[in-house]
C-alpha cells in the first residue's frame, strides 16, 4: 500500500500539520503514529555523513572537501561519490543528506569556501548534479543542495544582507543551483542564513517563489538551515517548508492558532497545507522507497571496509593538483633516502574542514603514514607549529575506567565540583578520546533538556616521551579549569575573553606553560561546565571543549633542524598549509596568510635542498611568498580518511595527477576581486565585483595569478588538435582530439571548453566555461571529444531592462584548452538573431 498524500493531508488536524512543519530536534521530523507518518532522519553532510551525534558519535567515512572533489573535473567520478555517500547514509539510517554545498567562492577568505565546489557556476553545477544523482541513484536516499542563496561568507552570516544585480544573482549565484534542478532534480534545498537584497532568503519569495518553484518548475521540499527561520507568517506564506532544528521557535501551535486566527496576520490553513504537502512528499518517498517497512534508528560502522577506503584513496588522489613540476623531481623513487618534514605531515586534523563537515572519521592515514606505508623507512620532524590552536591532549591519555584504550575518563554530574558531595555518583560516565569534545547535543534523562545545565569532570594521566617544557591550551564554550598533578594549571572560568572556538560562541585559547619529566605519569583533570555556564555565550546548545599539549619548541632551532634533515635525504617531502580550525564554519579567515613559521621553514628547507616536493593541503588559496623559489608543488586539499596514501600514490607515481585548480589561485589576497568587499559593513556585503567572479575578473583586468582556474598538471603532455565547430538555430557542436604525447604513463586530461562573445552590446566576461571532459589515454593514444551545447545555455545573458535572459546576435568563440588561461584551439560559430527568454530549469 502506498503513501497516499492527499488522504493523509485530509485527515491530519491542523494541529497535526503544524507538527509536520517543524522538526522535533536536531536531525528528525515528527511521527505521526496515527496516520502511519513515520519520522525521518537527516544528516550532515557535505563530506560525509555524521549519523545523530556530535558527541561521541558513531565512525563515518569522511570525504575529500568540496574543492578537492570539484578538482576531479570528473562528473562519473563524482556520481560515484554520491553512491558512497548514499550507502553511508544507509548505515547510519538516514534518509536525507544535508549537502552538498553549493555556493560560489567570492574569494580566497570564506570560512565555508572548503565546503563548496569552485569560483565557476557551471564547475559548481554540473559538481552538484553529479553528486547528488549519485546520492539518489538507489531511489532511497534524498540529497539536500545548499545554501540557496549568497551564503558565501561567514562574517554576520544570520544577519548580513548580500546586495548584489539581478544580473549577477542570475547568471553566478543561482545558476548552480539552477543547473542541480536541471540535471538532477534533488529532493530538498536548503536556505541560507543571510538575506539576498534586503529579504532573508528563508522568506524570500523572489527566489523561492517566482524562480526555484516558478520558472525551474521545482516541487521538493524545502528546508530552513539550522536556527535559520527568523519569522512565522513569512516563512509560512512563501518561504521554507520544514523549520530546523526542534523543537520550534516560530511554529508552535499555540502561536500558529492565533495567527490562523487573525485577521491581521494574513495566515490562512491552505499556507500550512502547501508546507505540509511538500513535506509528506518527502515522506512518501522515503517510505515508498522502503515498500513502506519500519524505518531502524541504528548506526553502524559496517561500511568501513577495504573497498570503502580504496574508493576514497582513488577519490582523493584524483583531485590533488600537481603545480610545479619544473626539475621533474615527480614522481619520487622508492629506493632514495626519504623525510617528511612539516606541521601537516603527522596532523589529524587536515582530513576535513571545521563547523558542520567535521565528523568522527572510521580512521585517519596521515601524509606521513602514507609515504611510510609506501617506502618504509621515513625520518620526521614538525619544523614548525601552525595549530590556531592546541589539540591531541586526550589522544594520548590513559585513565583509570578502561586502561585498554586510549583517552580520558569522563564523568557527568548536575552539579559543578564545587557544590556536590563527594560520595555524589555520576549520572554518566565513559572514555573519551578526542581532544575536541563537541558536547552541544549531550542528553541524560537527568539533564533538564531546556536548561542544559551539566558538568564533566575529565580525568587520566599523561606520560611524555621527552623531558621538555610543555604547553597545555583549553578553549571552550561554558567553562573550563586544568588542573595538573592537582594544582591549577589553566582557568577559563573566572574570565573568559569570546573567540571563534565552537562557531564563534566560545572563548578563545588560555595557555600554561609545565616542565614535564620523561616517563613520568601526571595527572591531568579538566572540571568543564555545560554551555549555559559560559560567562560570554548561551546560544549553541550544550557547550563543547577543546584541549591540547605541545612540546614548546625553540622555531629557529627546530628550522634549522629542519633543513639539515633536508640536506641529508634524496626525497623531501614538506607538508605545509592549514587545517580544520583555520578554514571553518561560524567565521571567515583574516588573510591569505600560511600560519606560524611557515614560510620561514619552507624557505629554510628550499634552500637547504631545492629538490624538496612541497605539499600544501588547504581548502582555498593561501599565499606562498617562496613560490618562485620552489620548483615542486602539489596542492592536496582537504582528503579525507585517506588524504595520505593518496598523497603517497600521486608522489610516488602510483596514481598520475589529473586534478585542475577549480579556483583561481591570487598571489595575494589584494589581488582578488571580493577583497574590497568581503566582509559585513553595517548589516550588508556588497557584491561590487558584479559578475566578475574569479578568473572572469582577472582575465578581464588582465590581472596575472599566481595559477589560473583550471590548471592542473600531469607526469606526461597532451596535445589537443582537429578543431570542429559547427551549428544552427539552436546548438553548436564543438569537437576535436586529445593526444597523449608522452610514451610512459597511462593518464588523464580535463579539456575545458569556454564560450567567448566576441562583439556583445553589454560588458561580457572574456570567456566563459561551458563544457568538460576527461579521457583517460594511454601513451600515444588520441581521443575524439564532442561537446554539443544549446546556444542559450552556452552564449546567454541575462537583461536586468527586460528581465530575462538574452541570446544576442553576433559572432561567438569556443575556445579549447588545459586551462582559463591556456587556450589550444580557437574556432567561430554565429548566433542568427536575438532572443529574450525566461530560462527554466
Not at 536548503?190 to 517563489?209: A, D, F, P, R, W
Request: include cysteine.
Amino acid at each position: 500500500m502506498t503513501f497516499d498524500v492527499d488522504n493523509i493531508l485530509n485527515q491530519l488536524t491542523t494541529e497535526e500539520k503544524v507538527s509536520l512543519i517543524a522538526a522535533v530536534d536536531n536531525w528528525h521530523t515528527k511521527a505521526i503514529e496515527r496516520l502511519g507518518v513515520p519520522s525521518i532522519r537527516v544528516s550532515d553532510g557535505p563530506n560525509g555523513i555524521r549519523g545523530t551525534r556530535f558527541f561521541n558519535g558513531v565512525p563515518s567515512a569522511c570525504f575529500p572537501n568540496g574543492t578537492s572533489l570539484a578538482a576531479t573535473f570528473d562528473s562519473n567520478l563524482l556520481e560515484k561519490a554520491g553512491k558512497l555517500m548514499s550507502t553511508e547514509a544507509e548505515h547510519k539510517n538516514a534518509q536525507v543528506i544535508l549537502g552538498p554545498t553549493t555556493n560560489i567562492q567570492r574569494g580566497p577568505l570564506g570560512g565555508r569556501g572548503f565546503e563548496s565546489f569552485s569560483e565557476d557556476p557551471f564547475l559548481s553545477g554540473i559538481c552538484t548534479a553529479s553528486i547528488v544523482n549519485g546520492i539518489q541513484d538507489s531511489g532511497k536516499i534524498g540529497a539536500t543542495v545548499k545554501h540557496f542563496v549568497c551564503n558565501d561568507l561567514e562574517d554576520q552570516r544570520f544577519s548580513s544582507n548580500s546586495v548584489l544585480t539581478q544580473r549577477a544573482l542570475r547568471e553566478i549565484y543561482l545558476e548552480p543551483f539552477r543547473l542541480a534542478v536541471k540535471l538532477a532534480d534533488p529532493r530538498c534545498f536548503m536556505t541560507s542564513y543571510n538575506k539576498v537584497n534586503g529579504m532573508h532568503c528563508s522568506q524570500n519569495y523572489h527566489l523561492i517563489e517566482e524562480i526555484l518553484r516558478g520558472e525551474w518548475d521545482w516541487d521538493g521540499m524545502i528546508m530552513s538551515d539550522w536556527f535559520g527561520t527568523y519569522s512565522t507568517v513569512a516563512a509560512l506564506k512563501h518561504g521554507i517548508d520544514i523549520e530546523f532544528p526542534g523543537p520550534t521557535k516560530f511554529r508552535r501551535w499555540e502561536v500558529v492558532k492565533h495567527l490562523l486566527q487573525s485577521k491581521e496576520a494574513d495566515l490562512k490553513v491552505e499556507d500550512i497545507d502547501n508546507r505540509c504537502r511538500n513535506v509528506l512528499n518527502l515522506i512518501k518517498f522515503v517510505v515508498d522507497s522502503r515498500d513502506g517497512k519500519p524505518l531502524p534508528t541504528t548506526e553502524d560502522t559496517l561500511n568501513d571496509t577495504p573497498e570503502t577506503s580504496a574508493k576514497l584513496r582513488s577519490l582523493s588522489a584524483q583531485g590533488i593538483v600537481l603545480l610545479k613540476n619544473d626539475k621533474g623531481v615527480l614522481p619520487l623513487s622508492k629506493d632514495k633516502s626519504t623525510v617528511v618534514i612539516g606541521p601537516n605531515g603527522k596532523a589529524l586534523n587536515t582530513i576535513s574542514g571545521g563547523g558542520s563537515a567535521s565528523m568522527r572519521p572510521y580512521h585517519v592515514v596521515t601524509p606521513y603514514d602514507g609515504i611510510k606505508n609506501k617506502v618504509g623507512n621515513v625520518d620526521y620532524t614538525v619544523g614548525c607549529v601552525c595549530d590556531k590552536a592546541l589539540k591531541n591532549l586526550f589522544e594520548f591519555m590513559t585513565n583509570d575506567l578502561d586502561k585498554s584504550k586510549k583517552g580520558v575518563r569522563a564523568l557527568f554530574y548536575t552539579k559543578a565540583a564545587d557544590d556536590r558531595a563527594a560520595s555524589e555518583k555520576p549520572i554518566d560516565e565513559m572514555v573519551i578520546d578526542n581532544s575536541y569534545v563537541t558536547l552541544f547535543d549531550y542528553s541524560n534523562p537527568a539533564v533538564d533538556p531546556l536548561k542544559k545545565l551539566f558538568y564533566v569532570d575529565f580525568e587520566g594521566y599523561y606520560t611524555p616521551e621527552e623531558t621538555a617544557d610543555y604547553r597545555f591550551g583549553c578553549q571552550v564554550f561554558g567553562t573550563a579549569v586544568v588542573y595538573l598533578n592537582g594544582k591549577l594549571l589553566i582557568d577559563n572560568k573566572t574570565t573568559q575573553t569570546k573567540g571563534t572556538f565552537c562557531f564563534s560562541s566560545g572563548t578563545v585559547e588560555e595557555t600554561a606553560v609545565a616542565h614535564l619529566e620523561a616517563g613520568h605519569s601526571y595527572k591531568i583533570k579538566v572540571e568543564f561546565g555545560s554551555g549555559v555556564t559560559s560567562k560570554i555565550s548561551t546560544d549553541f546548545g550544550a557547550g563543547g571543549l577543546q584541549v591540547g599539549i605541545t612540546k614548546v619548541i625553540d622555531p629557529e632551532i627546530e628550522v634549522h633542524h629542519a633543513a639539515e634533515l633536508a640536506k641529508a635525504h634524496d626525497n623531501v617531502i614538506l607538508c605545509i598549509g592549514l587545517n580544520g580550525e583555520w578554514e571553518s564554519e561560524g567565521y571567515d579567515r583574516d588573510d591569505m596568510t600560511l600560519p606560524g613559521k611557515t614560510n620561514d621553514l619552507v624557505s629554510a628547507v628550499l634552500k637547504a635542498n631545492p629538490n624538496t616536493v612541497i605539499v600544501n593541503q588547504s581548502g582555498t588559496p593561501v599565499e606562498m611568498p617562496w613560490l618562485s623559489e620552489s620548483h615542486t608543488l602539489l596542492q592536496a586539499w582537504y582528503g579525507g580518511n585517506e588524504m595520505g596514501d593518496a598523497i603517497a600514490d600521486v608522489l610516488f607515481g602510483d596514481a598520475i595527477p589529473s586534478g585542475k585548480l577549480p579556483l583561481s589561485w591570487p598571489f595575494k589576497n589584494q589581488d582578488n576581486p571580493a577583497y574590497l568587499n568581503f566582509s559585513t559593513q553595517m548589516g550588508r556585503v556588497l557584491y561590487g565585483e558584479d559578475i566578475f567572479v574569479g578568473y572572469r575578473f582577472y582575465e578581464k583586468l588582465q590581472r596575472r595569478v599566481a595559477f589560473p582556474f583550471g590548471y592542473g598538471l600531469s607526469y606526461t603532455t597532451f596535445k589537443f588538435d582537429n578543431l570542429s565547430v559547427s551549428g544552427d538555430n539552436n546548438d553548436v557542436t564543438v569537437s576535436f582530439t586529445v593526444k597523449n604525447t608522452g610514451d610512459k604513463y597511462t593518464a588523464k586530461e580535463v579539456a575545458q571548453l569556454y564560450i567567448s562573445a566576441v562583439n556583445s552590446s553589454v560588458i561580457r566576461p572574456v570567456k566563459e566555461l561551458k563544457a568538460f571532459s576527461k579521457p583517460e589515454l594511454r601513451p600515444g593514444e588520441s581521443k575524439t571529444v564532442t561537446f554539443k551545447l544549446s546556444l542559450q545555455d552556452a552564449c546567454s545573458y541575462f537583461d536586468e531592462y527586460r528581465n530575462k535572459w538574452c541570446l544576442e546576435a553576433g559572432k561567438y568563440e569556443a575556445q579549447v584548452g588545459s586551462s582559463s588561461d591556456d587556450i589550444h584551439l580557437i574556432g567561430d560559430f554565429e548566433v542568427p538573431k536575438t532572443v529574450y527568454f525566461v530560462r527554466s530549469a
